[in-house]
């Protein structure tokens, strides 16, 4: 019998790194994607991406990758597959050059490396200012070599809607729309992996696409599958705002050189450090200031604190705005054109200002989620991922999760250029892992029951019959624009928990409302309407597992930044001087430091802990100076 | 400094879409009157008519349908006709654009619904052109072949199309009667024939440029350049390929290997 076919649920950087490994093996998959696979949004990523290559003479090495990524993440991420993500991440870098990425040179012509937030070390290869689309085109050309020789079939303009599940509760294939003639189709697989990115849209204007609506994701949780650290929500410290999104000013601007200030107002000293400030007017460098190891390179949850410390406790955000000055005027601007040219050039197209010349004016903004859907890797004794059915599974059997959808690499914070490595790492394991699910035990989808089809068929076929019916007063984007504004006020940088117990109230009654929705376009080809409808659904209930994993994790860690359970801080500049603190610190580890997983229940998510082992490197008090 | 000249600020912003609700369908004009917002773009403008389908009549609609993904101007989606132009919707700034915004779809390709076409053709000459570097797989072989800066700054800049469609839009030889592949997939023969790995393949690629969808479809018009949103120099590519193909024809030639579109 022949065997059967694979399923992955997105065209992304992971989504097609599950592909081409799945198709490298021999193997016949089908790609699913809400737009052409080019279009995905790994082509937002800007900076780069890492790996402890080690050519600039710095003595970089993976093991310093694993422990300034586990670091960064506050010791929540698995640490064995991240350990198997920086040793693996010279070989991506590698690899991806074979591919013909147009990665930046050396005058030798060997790959060149820049500075990232989080890291002193050169480890991020870039090509110019465009590293995720250039990455992206790379596995898009490969995957249609693929798809030519007959290996791959493409369903783009296909949204997944949710599992086919058997009587035993494991994943047997997907039931897709045609967003074309909005016809409702059921494929068995083998194996499934979901590859389908973050979920931005849920925080109203983000950095993430349009696409990024955490929609699938969140169905696969509402039929079972654990989700984990939804709370964990990186807002970039540089973003530029506008109507419809907020656009990212890539963190390798700073990387290149770039310089972080407010005009100061002419205090004596700045009330954190007691250091002495400029006289008025003149630029106040709070990040090297306050950080002079690190200076406008610290990791991300701390940049954006810092500005929005600057900006709203002290006032001193320009013109009084949301606003601080990121400054590359200081650099020759052949330099910038030839390293930062495709983000500079963004600025300039929306602001209608030439960054070169004149300093950028930017704000943190909502750019990626740590957490997603849970899934589990399999260890040697020493920390080693070994190859197994395991890596990347779901609660699920048959299901896996691949990309920002899963929660496995970064821990309470994300490391800037580490978002296209963990895609590229995590569709390298979970290709072959897939593979050894449908060998090992795995059942096939030959003889998967046809009632587990026709269920799910039958399902979607009624629910967007419903949903085509709905004459409702409310409107689907009006709602989900509510949604967007009450995340961002209650589930970003600050979190309190009075705010959050009103925002799940709100989030209550936003769903009540979602019930009594027009539809608004009863056609019967590319109705987006219809689409967004069924998406709301399942994006409300994704906002209540971020809103209530914020709202019961009682501490600071990471993104999660909760003021009325921060730990005093330690009396002494390295807090392992400070015996009170350490006990302090370590008592707090005891009970927070878990991953946390939420459990689908009709009357709301459920909330658990479980451990997070340290086989690799013991967590020490997060410290930057 | 480049600091452009805002125009003057009004009140409203009228919105004219030609909408159509599928292929074959009987296309209409809608007249849509938005408040005026400040950093407001084609792309925000028409999340507002989602949020409130209204003519400026006060006729109820449906939402208008259209393209659109990253909003950055490097996903390719948006590509559209604002005010007779061919470019992405995500950068056409209505403070720009002036109080008028007529949107249509593209002309050059199947439509969908709305602005929503089907650039399929795009990513079938990909494939027919062999854009890609042939590999023996994504196992660990080491690095690549060493580059010059300078041979990165020509590939990195033929590398950012996103088959966006604006060049097959803009070009008078993409029409009904010609199967003229368009400038987009000859410049990534270009690119990949640029590449010390991909130049191991030069000569199929080429030879897919020789047959009647390839180069010789070009008719010099240069639209193609003028209106690619990444600046790529379309007719340098255009030009060489050109030139390649004649020198692959002759070797064939004389080698005595079947070309197609050369008679021997």
């Not at chain 1, 006020?489 to 600050?494: G, K």
Request: charged share 25%.
């Amino acid at each position: 019998m022949a065997e059967g076919r694979y399923i992955v649920v997105g065209g992304g950087l992971a989504g097609l790194m599950t592909v081409l490994k799945l198709a490298e093996a021999g193997k016949r998959v089908d790609v699913f994607s809400l737009v052409p696979v080019k279009r995905s949004h790994s082509v937002c990523a800007q900076g780069g991406i890492n790996g402890a290559v080690n050519t600039k003479g710095q003595g970089d090495h993976p093991d310093i990758h694993v422990k300034d990524t586990l670091k960064g993440g506050d010791y929540l991420a698995e640490q064995p597959p991240v350990k198997g993500m920086c040793y693996a991440a010279p070989g991506i870098i590698y690899l991806l050059d074979r591919m013909g990425v147009t990665f930046n040179r050396t005058p030798e012509g060997f790959i060149d490396f820049r500075r990232f937030g989080g890291t002193l070390h050169h480890r991020t290869a870039f090509a110019g200012a465009t590293t995720g689309q250039q990455l992206l085109y790379a596995l898009d050309e490969q995957v249609r070599r693929h798809e030519v020789e007959g290996l791959v079939r493409k369903f783009e303009q296909w949204e997944y809607l949710g599992n086919v599940l058997d009587d035993d509760g494991a994943c047997r294939g997907i039931v897709a729309l045609d967003l074309r003639s909005m016809e409702v189709q059921a494929f068995p697989a083998e194996a499934v992996c979901l590859a389908t990115g973050g979920p931005g849209v849920l925080f109203g204007r983000s950095t993430n696409s349009v696409i990024n609506t955490g929609s699938a994701a969140a169905r696969a949780f509402v039929e079972g599958a654990l989700y984990a650290n939804g709370e964990f929500v990186q807002v970039h410290p540089s973003a530029i705002p506008g109507d419809d999104k907020l656009r990212l000013m890539s963190e390798s601007l700073r990387g290149e050189g770039g310089r972080i200030w407010v005009p100061s107002d002419g205090r004596p000293t700045d009330p954190v450090t007691g250091k002495r400030m400029p006289p008025r007017g003149e630029p106040w460098y709070f990040l090297e200031e306050r950080y002079p190891h690190y200076g406008n390179l610290v990791p991300r949850d701390v940049g954006t604190r810092e500005i929005f410390q600057v900006c709203r406790e002290m006032g001193l955000g320009i013109g009084g705005r949301d606003a601080v000055y990121l400054d590359m005027t200081h650099i020759p601007p052949e330099v910038l054109t030839r390293k930062l040219g495709g983000v500079l050039e963004i600025y300039e197209k929306f602001r209608g200002v030439d960054p070169r010349f004149v300093p950028m004016e930017i704000f943190p903004g909502m750019h990626y989620s740590m957490g997603g859907l849970w899934v589990d890797y399999e260890a040697d004794a020493r920390g080693s991922i070994v190859p197994s059915p395991r890596n990347h599974a779901t609660s699920v059997p048959g299901l896996y999760a691949a990309g920002e959808c899963e929660y496995q690499y970064h821990g309470a914070n994300r490391l800037g250029a580490n978002s296209l490595l963990s895609c590229l790492y995590a569709g390298q394991l979970a290709g072959p892992a897939m593979a050894l699910y449908a060998r090992n035990g795995g059942k096939s989808a030959a003889a998967a029951p046809q009632a587990a089809f026709g269920r799910a068929l039958l399902h979607w076929k009624d629910r967007f019959e419903g949903i085509r019916g709905m004459g409702g007063k409310e409107n689907p984007w009006r709602i989900a624009g509510e949604l967007g504004e009450l995340m961002t006020e209650s589930c970003t940088v600050v979190r309190e928990n009075a705010k959050l117990r009103k925002a799940l109230d709100a989030i209550d009654a936003l769903s009540t409302r979602a019930g009594d929705v027009n539809v608004l376009d009863p056609g019967r080809a590319m109705n987006l309407s219809m689409a967004f409808v069924n998406q709301l659904r399942n994006m409300l209930e994704l906002a209540k597992v971020i809103a209530r994993g914020a709202l019961l994790r009682d501490e600071c860690r990471g993104s999660h930044d909760k003021p009325e359970f921060a730990l005093p801080g330690p009396s002494t500049a390295n807090p392992k001087d400070d015996p009170g603190f350490m006990a302090r610190w370590k008592a707090s580890g005891e009970r927070w430091r878990k991953t946390t997983l939420a459990r689908y229940t009709p009357q709301g998510p459920e909330i658990g802990y479980r451990e997070v082992p340290t086989p690799i490197l013991e967590p020490e008090p997060r410290h930057y100076d | 400094m480049t600091k452009r000249e805002p125009m003057p600020v009004p009140a409203h912003v009228e919105l004219r879409v030609r909408r159509q609700d599928g292929p074959g369908l009987p296309s209409r004009v809608e007249v849509f009157r938005l408040p005026y917002r400040p950093n407001a773009n084609v792309i925000s403008c028409l999340q507002e008519i989602q949020r409130s389908p209204v003519t400026a009549d006060g006729t109820p609609t449906t939402p208008v349908v259209w393209d659109c993904s990253c909003l950055e101007e490097v996903c390719g989606a948006c590509t559209m006709i604002v005010n007779g132009g061919v470019r992405q919707a995500c950068t056409a700034l209505i403070d720009q654009l002036g109080g008028t915004v007529t949107l249509e779809p593209l002309s050059k390709f199947p439509l969908v619904r709305d602005l929503m076409v089907d650039r399929q053709r795009m990513f079938e000459a990909l494939k027919r052109v062999r854009a890609w570097v042939p590999m023996d797989g994504s196992h660990d072989l080491g690095p690549g072949p060493r580059q010059s800066p300078r041979d990165q700054e020509w590939m990195y800049q033929l590398s950012t199309c996103m088959t966006c469609g604006c060049c097959l839009e803009a070009c008078p030889q993409v029409n009904e009667n010609s199967a003229f592949m368009g400038a987009a997939a000859v410049s990534q023969v270009r690119l990949f024939n640029g590449h010390p790995t991909g130049a191991l393949h030069k000569a199929e690629r080429l030879r897919a440029l020789m047959s009647e969808d390839g180069v010789q479809g070009c008719g010099k018009a240069q639209n193609c350049v003028e209106v690619c949103p990444k600046g790529i120099p379309l007719t340098t590519s255009l030009a060489e390929m050109f030139r390649e193909t004649t020198v692959q024809a002759i070797k064939d030639w004389v080698r005595r290997e079947p070309s197609p579109g050369v008679r021997t």
